[in-house]
């Protein structure tokens, strides 16, 4: 018999689930595999909802590109339970899905007058299934974005950065320089292939992106030592951000060397900070964004296409 004591009591907060903490995990499990989650082949119109066509982006688009990786789907495309059953079809049995996650944004009103006075977003879990794991669609076959060529995307990216910095061709290594708003780069024929100088180009850009007269990332202009958690989340949102570009030119980053004393550095970030990897591709989202001239709203980094799961 339950007491009056005990009745109406809350689960200890230790039961709850933590999505930041199990996004953390997934990410961290597989950089100690030694597999760097966003640099595999990405598909020239890359991950995509099967209904709508949109794709899918931030942490979400990593999650379910590690996923895609290990078990080799080759169909770019992911929906819901329910929305296989929308299309005449069904989840094969025994099928696990691939958990994402979905912002809500939600207002909190004022007890006096009823006017929202505060806005904060609500994270949880989402659940799709690659496309492969289903039968029965009434889905055509993926056209994979018809021919293209990956080199002159990438050089259309670049181009196109409207309010980019200078890029000069004139050092022994990579990097950008925020109090000259420069980004310095080996000669085009240091490199071993077009696809790694594209990449190296795509991650100084996307530091760029940081600078004041941009996006003016939080604590971008405070010089930190390699190792330490400000460096290293500003890596990660130069990685993302050039793994989003790569996915956009159709770039494939999966042969690209990484030192592992990158490696390192970023289990050890992650590790410290359980938010880290949702906020850092979030703003490696936004980042590739600015580069492609694009705009989204608040939170949209991370948005599915349905809430139907």
């Not at 760097?36 to 990593?62: C, E, K, Q, T």
């Not at 079809?89 to 004022?110: A, C, F, N, P, Y």
């Not at 889905?139 to 259309?156: K, N, T, V």
């Not at 004139?170 to 490199?191: G, I, K, N, Q």
Request: charged share 25%.
């Amino acid at each position: 018999m339950t007491s009056a004591a005990t009745r109406g009591r809350r689960k200890p907060a230790s039961t709850r689930r933590d999505p930041y903490a199990e996004v953390t995990a997934r990410i961290t499990a597989a950089l100690e595999r030694g597999t760097v989650p966003w640099r595999h082949p990405w598909r020239s119109r890359g991950l995509r909802n099967a209904v709508s066509d949109r794709p899918y982006r931030g942490i979400n688009l990593l999650l379910l590109g590690l996923v895609a990786l290990e078990q080799e789907y080759d169909d770019p495309r992911w929906l819901t339970y329910r929305q296989a059953e929308r299309l005449d079809g069904h989840v094969r049995r025994r099928q696990r899905g691939t958990q994402i996650v979905l912002w809500r944004w939600i207002e909190r009103k004022d007890a006096d007058d009823g006017e929202a006075s505060e806005r904060f977003p609500l994270m949880r879990f989402f659940t799709v299934f690659n496309v492969a794991q289903c039968e029965g669609l009434a889905l055509a076959h993926p056209d994979g974005g018809g021919e293209f060529d990956p080199l002159l995307r990438a050089e259309a990216v670049v181009s196109g950065y409207a309010d980019g910095p200078a890029v000069f061709h004139d050092a022994d290594t990579a990097y950008y320089v925020p109090s000259r708003d420069e980004v310095h780069l080996p000669p085009r024929s240091a490199f071993r292939d077009a696809e790694g100088y594209s990449a190296t180009v795509f991650h100084e850009l996307a530091h760029s992106t940081g600078h004041v007269s941009r996006l003016n990332r939080d604590g971008y202009q405070t010089a930190a030592a390699f190792g330490s958690p400000v460096y290293s989340r500003e890596e990660l949102v130069a990685e993302f951000g050039a793994a989003f570009l790569c996915q956009e030119a159709g770039i494939d980053a999966s042969r690209l060397d990484q030192s592992a004393a990158y490696i390192g550095s970023w289990l050890k970030a992650l590790n410290d900070d359980r938010r880290l990897a949702v906020v850092a591709a979030g703003q490696g989202q936004r980042a590739a964004d600015h580069i492609l001239g694009r705009s989204f709203s608040d939170g949209d980094e991370q948005a599915t296409d349905d809430s139907d799961g």
